[in-house]
């Protein structure tokens, strides 16, 4: 499986951006997908994930209500959807695929097998 992340940038606080990560190698219906950010000096941090029914997406309390995660399984696609961004979100965006697993897992970078090469995110105040 191999992952490519596109549509990072620079926005203003309060803007609008939307990611995407491209798979390869069959991930549209046996995978949990998931991004995860790393902001300078910090350890990398879930963001959100996905599975191809989207009533088991998850969010880290920081974005939710902001950020929105879709996959589209046919084009083998997944899309973040970055409402209100604020400073605080600025980091490099990493997208990640593992075979699907308990509910619980899907939070944990440590269980990701696949991950993209990340595109930066950077929001200025």
């Known amino acids: 499986v191999q992952l490519q992340a596109s549509g990072g940038g620079l926005v203003q606080a309060g803007d609008s951006l939307s990611v995407s990560c491209a798979s390869s190698?069959?991930?549209?219906?046996?995978?949990?997908m998931a991004w995860f950010r790393q902001a300078p000096g910090k350890e990398r941090e879930f963001v959100t994930a996905?599975?191809?029914?989207?009533?088991?997406?998850r969010y880290a309390d920081s974005v939710k209500g902001r950020f929105t995660v879709s996959r589209d399984n046919a084009k083998n696609t997944m899309y973040l959807q970055m409402n209100s961004l604020k400073p605080e979100d600025t980091a490099v965006y990493y997208c990640?695929?593992?075979?699907?697993?308990?509910?619980?897992?899907?939070?944990?970078?440590?269980?990701?097998?696949?991950w993209g090469q990340g595109t930066q995110v950077t929001v200025s105040s």
């Open positions: 990640a695929a593992k075979p699907r697993g308990p509910l619980t897992a899907m939070a944990h970078a440590a269980l990701y097998y696949y």
């Open positions: 190698g069959g991930t549209a219906s046996g995978y949990d």
């Open positions: 996905t599975r191809p029914n989207p009533i088991y997406t």
